[in-house]
């Protein structure tokens, strides 16, 4: 069970740089408030009430008597908003009934907000989907989906130390070592749980996640000499390197 001391959010939430909006149709990655319309459970108590997690509009199939009561667009960018979408390669039904404490009480907000029409609803609402989504991200940390990925990481106490240091600064030239001993593990034992809670190793999400934010950073307009200065890469040409090698990983996991 994750311990109450490490905030193992609030990096992770920089680096996704997340906007939510109320969107009734999001066409991108949406946060769905669902109600059962079945005519014996009409009303909107948690206890008909389901968030629907769906990586695209295309990808929604919604159960039976359920409806679309409110639904939330997120829009990410933050360089660690690949990792983080690969997460849900399939939409994510959560009973709000059961879920943690954090995500029932939002919605509860929520709900009680569109009962009636109050001074500043709007943007009450709107500033909502912040919310809802960090009360997401603390459910899927309290209790993983799958047994392997990020969020099982981050529920890992000493696994998700190094995943906060990580996303607090990955210019940082992080050894093996260095993150073995900011887990308080062997550098055997600490790879290996890496790794098989990941499904990568730490050298190579920390790459992914600095070639990300160069990718970002040159598009912005930023020259390639400066994004490899601010994201750990000793020269341009060293940056160059690592993005060919990844554009020739990606191409080759395509064939």
Wanted: hydrophobic letters at 45%; charged letters at 20%; aromatic letters at 4%.
């Amino acid at each position: 069970m994750p311990t109450p001391n490490l905030d193992r959010l609030s990096a992770l939430l920089q680096g996704l740089a997340p906007r939510v909006s109320l969107n009734d149709q999001p066409v991108g990655f949406g946060l769905h408030i669902l109600v059962d319309i079945n005519p014996q459970k009409l009303g909107s108590s948690l206890e008909n009430m389901v968030l629907l997690v769906c990586p695209a509009l295309d990808d929604m199939v919604l159960p039976p008597h359920a409806k679309k009561w409110m639904s939330f667009e997120v829009e990410l960018d933050g360089p660690l908003a690949p990792m983080f979408l690969s997460e849900f390669s399939e939409q994510l039904l959560i009973n709000l009934e059961n879920a943690d404490a954090s995500l029932t009480q939002i919605v509860r907000l929520i709900s009680s907000e569109m009962a009636a029409t109050r001074c500043g609803q709007p943007l009450l609402i709107n500033r909502a989907g912040d919310i809802l989504l960090i009360g997401l991200l603390r459910h899927l940390v309290a209790r993983p989906q799958k047994t392997t990925g990020l969020f099982s990481a981050l529920a890992n106490p000493r696994i998700a130390k190094t995943l906060v240091a990580i996303h607090e600064d990955a210019s940082k030239n992080w050894s093996l070592d260095a993150l073995a001993l900011e887990a308080g593990m062997s550098r055997t034992s600490y790879a290996h749980q890496f790794k098989k809670l990941m499904q990568i190793t730490p050298g190579k999400y920390i790459e992914r996640i600095r070639l990300n934010l160069a990718h970002r950073l040159i598009v912005d307009g930023i020259g390639l000499k400066q994004a490899a200065r601010h994201t750990g890469y000793s020269s341009a040409s060293t940056l160059s390197r690592a993005m060919s090698r990844l554009s020739i990983r990606e191409q080759c996991a395509k064939t």
